[in-house]
């Protein structure tokens, strides 16, 4: 399957903002839910973002999500040295009946 | 708490058979569809497929359809995913996650490694 397509890396100062997009089709972002998810260095992915803008208990309002189209994005503000991580978008597509990841884009905070 | 509780890392060799576990507390187990996700290194997450509790209803992506089996002990609350016969390609981590439209809860991986 297709993986969604991401930036491979972003960056930005401290206390600046970054935004990852996901590009897909009709048949996944298009017509489906978006989730984002972090994956901190060497640990377990977390859930980020899902339904393309709610955001799970514990992850902070500095965080959002949008979607339009077939694109998707994820937006964090009030940059820190926390969030340097690998982000990955994901949905369900449709026509081939399987879930697809991002790419995923490393944020670096210079 | 939820919990997802995965066995311990694994080497193998090319064309061993290997079955790791998902072991899950907390919930609902046979209400929620558990997915597995290969993480090769240094690479991105794939989704290999899913399967529902209640009734072993089972996905997979076309790309691991025939060369893993997903599988589930409603009594123990666990997921499986096996192998027949692994390849040194299969070298990776592979996690199990709680599965609705999203994945909310993650076990913490198994990594296995397949070197002769």
């Known amino acids: 399957q297709s993986a969604l397509t991401q930036p491979p890396s972003v960056s930005a100062a401290p206390g600046q903002m970054v935004t990852i997009s996901c590009s897909g089709s009709s048949s996944n972002v298009g017509n489906n839910y978006v989730s984002w998810y972090q994956q901190l260095p060497g640990t377990v992915p977390k859930l980020f973002i899902y339904d393309n803008n709610k955001r799970p208990s514990g992850i902070p309002d500095r965080v959002s999500g949008s979607k339009s189209g077939t694109s998707a994005t994820l937006g964090i503000t009030g940059l820190q040295t926390g969030d340097e991580a690998d982000y990955y978008c994901g949905a369900w597509d449709s026509s081939l009946s399987v879930y697809v990841f991002g790419t995923g884009t490393k944020v670096t905070v210079l | 708490e939820v919990q997802l509780v995965q066995s311990g890392a694994e080497v193998k060799k090319p064309g061993d058979s290997l079955k790791i576990s998902c072991k899950t507390s907390?919930?609902?187990?046979?209400?929620?569809?558990i997915a597995w996700v290969r993480q090769l290194p240094g690479k991105g997450l794939e989704w290999m497929g899913v399967i529902y509790p209640d009734d072993s209803d089972t996905r997979y992506s076309p790309s691991f359809q025939g060369q893993v089996v997903i599988s589930v002990d409603k009594s123990i609350s666990t997921a499986y995913l096996q192998w027949s016969s692994l390849k040194a390609s299969d070298s990776a981590i592979y996690y199990c996650?709680?599965?609705?439209?999203?994945?909310?809860?993650w076990g913490h991986g198994t990594l296995v490694t397949v070197s002769s």
């Open positions: 996650a709680r599965s609705k439209l999203w994945f909310d809860y």
């Open positions: 907390g919930y609902g187990f046979p209400s929620f569809w």
